[in-house]
T-cell receptor, first 111, second 112 residues
Framework: NAGVTQTPKFQVLKTGQSMTLQCAQD?????MYWYRQDPGMGLRLIYY???????DKGEVPNGYNVSRLNKREFSLRLESAAPSQTSVYFC??????????FGPGTRLTVL | QKEVEQNSGPLSVPEGAIASLNCTYS??????FFWYRQYSGKSPELIMS????GDKEDGRFTAQLNKASQYVSLLIRDSQPSDSATYLC????????????FGQGTTLQVKP
């Protein structure tokens, strides 16, 4: 089992460009999450999906959209990237409030 | 006031000592508490979870929860250089959604 996979691993964007971060899990978990991690800030929840077909905002949703494509996949879209969105993005999955398993992360730089 | 607060450190301890990591939270409705370990450049991994007041032990790790004081701690006995990492405290109010609120993390350095 691969666990939680994320693509791409690294990305550099120019201000105003758009991109989609992909996440997939093979653990048959219902819940999936997108976090961002900035130096000294811990992880902050952007969006989450408690089950297939549902999504909800987290702490810092502005500038992002998500799609729960099916039970396995949860994507995060930046429509118009800004330098403030430079961060490391982690996807995670869990069965309800049980252990969250994290992907390897995407390091995004917006110039 | 941050919802979950940790001392960012670094906390430096000698090999073989006990490392004590602390976390306070502001929401009295918080129900579940987690400690994640994150090595530099890697993703977080769960090392302990605790749901009720008291101590929970797992190998060299002990989590302690005091809901009245809104305080959760992690003790690492016989600290090893391989324990050097950032430790993230996380809490959730709901047992249904898994929405975690993380502290900023404490960096632990274990010196040989």
């Amino acid at each position: 089992n691969a666990g939680v996979t994320q693509t791409p691993k690294f990305q550099v964007l120019k201000t105003g460009q758009s991109m989609t971060l992909q996440c997939a899990q093979d653990m048959n978990h219902n819940s999936m999450y997108w976090y961002r991690q900035d130096p000294g800030m811990g992880l902050r929840l952007i969006y989450y999906s408690a089950s297939e077909g549902t999504t909800d905002k987290g702490e810092v949703p502005n500038g992002y959209n998500v799609s729960r494509l099916n039970k396995r996949e949860f994507s995060l879209r930046l429509e118009s990237a800004a330098p403030s969105q430079t961060s490391v993005y982690f996807c995670a999955s869990s069965e309800l409030a049980d252990t969250q398993y994290f992907g390897p992360g995407t390091r995004l730089t917006v110039l | 006031q941050k919802e979950v607060e940790q001392n960012s450190g670094p906390l430096s301890v000698p090999e073989g000592a006990i490392a004590s990591l602390n976390c306070t939270y502001s929401d009295r409705g918080s129900q579940s508490f987690f400690w994640y370990r994150q090595y530099s450049g890697k993703s977080p991994e769960l090392i302990m979870s605790i749901y009720s007041n008291g101590d929970k032990e797992d190998g060299r790790f002990t989590a302690q929860l005091n809901k009245a004081s809104q305080y959760v701690s992690l003790l690492i006995r016989d600290s090893q250089p391989s324990d050097s990492a950032t430790y993230l405290c996380a809490v959730t109010r709901s047992s249904n959604t898994g929405k975690l609120i993380f502290g900023q993390g404490t960096t632990l350095q274990v010196k040989p």
